[in-house]
T-cell receptor, first 112, second 114 residues
Framework: RKEVEQDPGPFNVPEGATVAFNCTYS??????FFWYRQDCRKEPKLLMS???SGNEDGRFTAQLNRASQYISLLIRDSKLSDSATYLC?????????????FGSGTRLQVQP | DVKVTQSSRYLVKRTGEKVFLECVQD?????MFWYRQDPGLGLRLIYF???????EKGDIPEGYSVSREKKERFSLILESASTNQTSMYLC?????????????FGPGTRLTVL
């Protein structure tokens, strides 16, 4: 079983739609969670951290469910510029928590 | 802004060649990482370093070695390149803190081994 699993998509949604991605992780002791965004042929960049109480940044909302070991990302009022691959990321416990494990990513395509 | 640079955006090498990929960061980060990214497999950690001259194996170290002689520079070496090492190579750096922190990535090197 992969440490971090995501639906690869693609999710094709119209502009203005609300879209949600889920991600599951296998190690219940994981402590730090993130969503990264990767544009086509570009490097990944941090989108937001995911906190236990849930957090929001503009149109983006991240949630953590420790009991079920999943993380979600909700994007409201989708823009064309949101088209990208979204990577679910969890800290690794075997590296002094320095390293991260990346999911394979969920591709989002927002259409006009 | 943190800046992570990689020596080449595109590289074409022949089987058996020794290949050096260089990564430099300008924010005095302790940790540096090398990943490869392949379709459907995501980012896989090859090696990382948490201090000068220190290195730790990641998930797929076979066929690779690394060097960190200066804090700002982390090199990935393919001792004898093979076709299955054709991939996108990404370098990243981060600070050390009590927990995992943001990693900043370089633009990547797309390596093709013929």
């Amino acid at each position: 079983r992969k440490e971090v699993e995501q639906d690869p998509g693609p999710f094709n949604v119209p502009e203005g739609a609300t879209v949600a991605f889920n991600c599951t992780y296998s190690n219940s002791a994981s402590q730090s969670f993130f969503w990264y965004r990767q544009d086509c042929r570009k490097e990944p960049k941090l989108l937001m951290s995911v906190y236990s109480s849930g957090n929001e940044d503009g149109r983006f909302t991240a949630q953590l469910n420790r009991a079920s070991q999943y993380i979600s990302l909700l994007i409201r009022d989708s823009k064309l510029s949101d088209s990208a691959t979204y990577l679910c990321v969890v800290n690794r416990l075997d590296t002094g928590r320095r390293a991260l494990t990346f999911g394979s990513g969920t591709r989002l395509q927002v259409q006009p | 802004d943190v800046k992570v640079t990689q020596s080449s955006r595109y590289l074409v090498k022949r089987t058996g060649e020794k290949v050096f990929l260089e990564c430099v960061q300008d924010m005095d980060h302790e940790n540096m990482f090398w990943y490869r990214q392949d379709p459907g497999l995501g980012l896989r950690l090859i090696y990382f370093s948490y201090d000068v001259k220190m290195k730790e194996k990641g998930d797929i170290p076979e066929g690779y070695s690394v060097s960190r002689e200066k804090k700002e520079r982390f090199s990935l070496i393919l001792e004898s390149a093979s076709t299955n090492q054709t991939s996108m190579y990404l370098c990243a750096s981060s600070l050390t803190s009590g927990g995992a922190v943001e990693q900043f990535f370089g633009p990547g090197t797309r390596l093709t081994v013929l």
